[in-house]
């Protein structure tokens, strides 16, 4: 039976010019987690030779750009997110020249490179914490409070659990928002915006095209290190401003990376971005990220987050869109990283779902980030022994309770350390390294083995199995890619809502329109447009068509 249509209502328009064209309004960017995705020397630990023989396979799938989790050198306290030298490159991952050649050949097979700089915190080994005069200028360091110091400065605590303080031998603390490993810098110290754009100016001459700036939202601190007084900060992560996030501080320094950035896209004739990681409370915090003087793009988390309900995903993709139109940005859709559980677990298990989601974001207006693996549906992995976790907040049991239980898609941490659905809340299960080809692990990874287990039953999984099968989901992405680039509709432009029965969703693009089912079940409607791309099987017959329960179709008009 064909559904009674609710009456269309605009979405807010995303600008088409608003600053301009530019490369990344419309870029699909995709996350390679070096340590995972590709082996090139046996030691079970992706590097980038391995990354760079495996770009031919990202330019196939059909993407703009690569961006580079960090690869510098670090004692991997917390992935590498711990650096003790932001301009070398740990041996683990290879040699600057490995570097240079990864860039050269993604940009001479037309791929542009983004790689991480980490701001908020360095490593403990980083030379200027080796030093203690140093240290208690460039880092964090209060006395504690108590009648000899022997309580933490304040109340904050880590991400990864525990208190955000640890005291030295010498009786005084340091603020590490996440690992003890991790000392957050003093950005009030000139000293670490010169550093940090001299960093930013060694990558760029090297070639990259932009930065992902981790921890975007934390450098500047409240004065005074106010306490919280809150017993659960965990829960107010990304739903409040804190007093050690999202302080309006952090915009000055963007607005300075973002003429050196602009400056140096100038010269070089070339533009290069700035996209922040920035978990904000709100849609329209978010946008101050990425205001016409500071970055180019700002993850919306929020879309992550949101459960798989037609009217949630309707409001989230409204708010969204207002909030970045407002400052004439496009907006940055992200549905997996390595620091949350991959969408095909986080939505109920349900790799129907995440296709469907898939093609859902690839069909909205602006920029969007695809997680290595996800092309392949790689779920969570959800039996990781515990003698092979390497993530710090499991050592230090910070997000486990925070994390919605299993099977849960309404709910998930929000500052990125966790989300529904996983094993337990950590990281590895979204981090085991690819498969590529053949029946047992480690699956092409690399000659040796994985530093993670690989589970037994990816063999279907492997790009080799999936490359050539139409019902793939790596064929799914290749096929969506595809027709984003044919179709100067899609990407960056306009958008408008068109009537569908409760629970669907319909919008338009210029010369496609696309469906969104998001109910268990078959839904009947005129048929729209010309089927052009399904993420599951559509019958259309006599003008009807048959949208199947958790799927997404795009139609020419
Ligand atoms: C990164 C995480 C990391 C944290 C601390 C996050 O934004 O994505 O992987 O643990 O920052 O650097």
Redesign the pocket.
């Known amino acids: 039976m064909t559904q009674e249509l609710t009456s269309p209502s605009p979405a807010p328009q995303a600008p088409g010019t608003g600053r301009g064209p530019g490369w990344w309004r419309d870029a699909v960017i995709y996350q390679v987690y070096v340590r995972s995705f590709a082996d090139s020397d046996g030691d079970g630990i992706g590097d980038l030779r391995g990354a760079r023989e495996r770009l031919p396979y990202l330019k196939d799938l059909g993407v703009d750009a690569v961006w580079l989790?960090p690869f510098y050198a670090s004692p991997q306290a917390?992935?590498g997110?711990?650096v003790a030298d932001y301009r070398a490159v740990d041996p683990l991952f290879g040699t600057l020249q490995d570097a240079d050649d990864l860039i050269r050949t993604a940009h001479d097979l037309g791929l542009r490179v983004i790689v991480d700089i980490?701001p908020?915190?360095t490593s403990d080994r980083h030379p200027w914490f080796q030093d203690p005069e140093l240290a208690r200028q460039r880092y964090l360091f209060r006395p504690g409070k108590g009648e000899s110091g022997e309580l933490p400065p304040n109340d904050w605590e880590s991400?990864?659990g525990g208190p955000a303080w640890t005291r030295t031998d010498r009786g005084d603390w340091y603020l590490h928002l996440?690992a003890p490993e991790?000392p957050d810098l003093n950005w009030d110290n000139p000293e670490v915006h010169t550093e940090f754009e001299a960093i930013m100016r060694f990558w760029l001459d090297l070639g990259v095209d932009g930065f992902r700036v981790?921890?975007a939202h934390g450098m500047i601190k409240a004065p005074g290190l106010p306490d919280i007084g809150h017993g659960a900060q965990a829960q107010l992560i990304g739903a409040q401003v804190l007093p050690f996030f999202d302080q309006d501080g952090v915009h000055a320094i963007h607005r300075a990376w973002r003429r050196l950035l602009d400056g140096y896209g100038e010269a070089l004739g070339r533009q290069v971005i700035g996209v922040a990681?920035a978990w904000a409370p709100t849609a329209e915090r978010l946008a101050l990220y990425v205001r016409p003087d500071e970055l180019h793009q700002a993850f919306n988390f929020q879309f992550l987050n949101a459960p798989w309900q037609a009217d949630a995903l309707r409001s989230v993709i409204d708010a969204s869109l207002a909030a970045t139109a407002s400052v004439g940005a496009p907006t940055t859709w992200v549905l997996s990283?390595?620091?949350v559980v991959r969408h095909t677990t986080r939505l109920g298990g349900s790799l129907a779902r995440a296709r469907a989601a898939t093609l859902l974001m690839l069909a909205l207006p602006g920029s969007a980030y695809l997680y290595q693996g996800e092309e392949l549906g790689l779920p969570e992995v959800t039996d990781l022994p515990d003698e092979v976790r390497q993530d710090?907040a499991f050592f230090r049991g910070g997000r486990a309770t925070g994390a919605a239980g299993p099977g849960t898609d309404t709910e998930s941490a929000p500052d990125?350390?966790a989300a529904a659905g996983g094993q337990d809340g950590f990281?590895d299960g979204c981090r085991v390294p690819l498969p590529w080809s053949g029946e047992l692990p480690p699956y092409g990874f690399g000659p040796g083995g994985s530093w993670l287990p690989q589970p037994a039953d990816w063999g279907g999984l492997t790009v080799a199995a999936q490359t050539g099968d139409p019902a793939s989901t790596l064929e799914l992405y290749r096929a969506a890619l595809g027709l984003r680039r044919r179709l100067p509709g899609l990407g960056d432009g306009a958008m408008s809502w068109a009537p569908a029965p409760d629970g669907v969703l319909a919008f338009t693009r210029p010369g496609l329109l696309c469906t969104v089912n998001t109910l268990g079940h078959d839904v009947e409607l005129p048929a729209p447009g010309t089927l052009l791309l399904s993420s599951a099987p559509v019958t259309v017959a006599e003008a009807t068509a048959q949208l199947p329960g958790d799927s997404c179709t795009w139609w020419a008009i």
């Open positions: 989790t917390d992935g997110y711990d980490v908020n915190h991400v990864f996440f991790q981790d921890v990681e990283n390595h620091d710090p990125g350390v990281r």
